[in-house]
Nanobody, 115 residues
């Protein structure tokens, strides 16, 4: 059974930082493109960052320079370091594993940026 479990979300003030983690079981992240998406209330789920296998990370323009995606293949985990958070970053953040024939999602973790 494949599981992606996000953690690290919470309430943070504008300008603050959070680090999200995605613990993966049932597949090996080294064989998958690992990404992060988010969905704000009333909006569609949107791409945030991607750590492709053997390629440079990619980022949405809205988070470029503030967010950093990384992975630890030995721990089978993926991370999203979020700095200089803004109220518009408030959303549920989802971890994604994309393979050649299948895609897996985590259950999401809430990030709220508010003073």
């Amino acid at each position: 059974q494949v599981q992606l479990v996000e953690s690290g979300g919470g309430l943070v003030q504008p300008g603050g930082s959070l680090r999200l983690s995605c613990a993966v079981s049932g597949i090996y992240v080294i064989a998958y493109d690992m990404g992060w998406y988010r969905q704000a209330p009333g909006k569609k789920r949107e791409f945030i960052a991607d750590s492709p296998t053997g390629a440079r990370p990619e980022y949405a323009d809205s988070v470029k320079g503030r967010f950093t995606v990384s992975r630890d293949n030995t721990k089978n985990e993926v991370y999203l370091q979020m700095n200089n958070l803004k109220p518009e970053d408030t959303a549920v953040y989802y971890c994604n594993a994309a393979g050649r024939t299948n895609t897996f999602w985590g259950q999401g973790t809430q990030v709220t940026v508010s003073s």
